[in-house]
């Protein structure tokens, strides 16, 4: 019997991931692409790869911050998740 796969996620990816939910705390209404968040969001992480960017928004969808948004033309955002009230 096999146990379901657990991400694990390095300190770094974890500090990227910090970065992004101050950002989305601090502008709750902010949506953009992976591209776009390690352009924009994450700046000051220079060094952030778009894989590293990638991983830290997974972490935060799996954690409910943010929520993954596939628009029609198959362009995929991601936002604050909303909150419950």
Known sequence: MGFPEVA?????????????????????????????????????????????VQMALNHLVESRCLSRVALTDGTVIYARAAQPH
């Open 8 to 52: 694990i996620y390095t300190e770094r990816i974890l500090v990227i991931a910090g970065i992004i939910e101050r950002y989305v705390m601090e502008h709750p209404l902010a949506a953009d692409t992976p591209e776009g968040i390690r352009s924009w969001w994450v700046a000051s992480e220079r060094q952030a790869s778009l894989e590293d």
